[in-house]
DNA sequence: CCCCTCTCCTGATCGC
DNA sequence: TGCGATCAGGAGAGGG
């Protein structure tokens, strides 16, 4: 469940040690890590060998490497970590996960692991959006919290015009992005706003709120090296973040609210769940666009 | 255009 | 011991 900040972490990493270097190998063990490439494996594989690392960039939970070279257009090898993808660096893993490895000319590899196969590699030209270069893929995708260019109060504007639930407008990223379940829950815990309730219905301080409290915690978390539950999301090295000791309200169902000590409820939402206090985020009397649900939850 | 649901995938875990 | 059901969920396709 990487999202913006476990996938910070990972551009990190990268961005010290494969900048500069030039690829010297590449091989598809997975198929599915590259159907996005709609070119097909052997072109990504082609164009990716002799290409140097130029840079790295990320927006949201998209990552890439800017690569290019003598005689070689500048592009972007995009890559988007699903909900299990690693980007290790050192000797390549022997992992029955193991999606797709890279050479670099200083020896290192670079593996790509993904258990759930969500993500995958693709490269692609480089657009400019709003004087920004992107990769064409990540073009539709909007700035993030923690991006210096996000404009809260633009995002506010077009929040207050949802006629839908907060929560599913904080999942989207062409209206936000980098906000995932986990931290979709932990800033409305933190703004004491449910989830269920409409966004337009929310003032405009209160939504500037959530986006600031979004952008808090997210910055807590990449603090800590991002959230791991488990060894599915770790670091280019391998190393697990420990943010997850810090989480007040994802996973704590059954469990006192750090705030008033309310016991932590969970609900389905989206086919996924969602966590919350239902003293200090109190569900909407009209659950929702259409009222389900009601009964047989809890 | 806007909003929402479904689908892809693997492995851990649980109840019977 | 085995087996089916459930859960984890990002993003895009497609439906209403």
């Not at 969500?118 to 270069?133: C, E, Q, R, S, Y």
């Not at 809260?152 to 407008?169: F, T, W």
């Amino acid at each position: 469940m990487p999202e913006l900040p476990e996938v910070e972490v990972v551009r990190r990493g990268l961005d010290a040690h494969v900048t500069g270097r030039t690829i010297t190998a590449v091989r598809v063990h997975h198929l599915r890590a590259v159907r996005r490439h709609e070119p097909g494996p052997a072109d990504l594989t082609a164009r990716l060998l002799g290409a140097e690392v130029l840079g790295t960039g990320r927006r949201g939970k998209f990552l890439w490497l800017v690569l290019g070279g003598p005689d070689r257009p500048d592009e972007a090898l995009v890559v988007h970590l699903g909900m299990s993808g690693q980007m290790l660096l050192g000797p390549i893993e022997k992992t029955d996960h193991l999606r797709i490895a890279a050479l670099l000319d200083d020896g290192t590899a670079l593996s790509f692991i993904d258990q759930r196969t969500f993500g995958g590699w693709m490269l692609a030209d480089l657009v400019t959006v709003d004087g920004t270069d992107l990769p064409e893929p990540v073009a539709h995708i909007a700035r993030d919290p923690l991006d210096p260019e996000f404009d809260r109060d633009a995002v506010v504007k077009v929040l207050k015009r949802k006629h839908s639930e907060i929560k599913r407008q904080l999942l989207d990223q062409t209206v936000v992005s980098g906000i995932g379940n986990i931290y979709a829950d932990e800033s409305l815990w933190r703004a004491k706003v449910n989830g269920a309730r409409l966004a337009e219905t929310l003032t405009k301080p209160k939504l500037a709120e959530i986006l600031d409290h979004a952008a808090d915690v997210m910055r807590d978390a990449l603090s800590q090296g991002g959230t791991s539950f488990d060894s599915l999301y770790v670091n280019v090295n391998g190393e697990s973040g420990y943010f997850d000791r810090s989480l007040d309200a994802y996973g704590q169902e059954g469990k006192p609210c750090r705030r008033c000590g309310t016991e932590m409820r969970r609900e389905k939402f989206m086919n996924r769940s969602s966590f919350y206090c239902p003293r200090c985020q109190p569900r909407p009397r009209q659950s929702g666009p259409r009222s389900r649900a009601r009964v047989g939850d809890e």
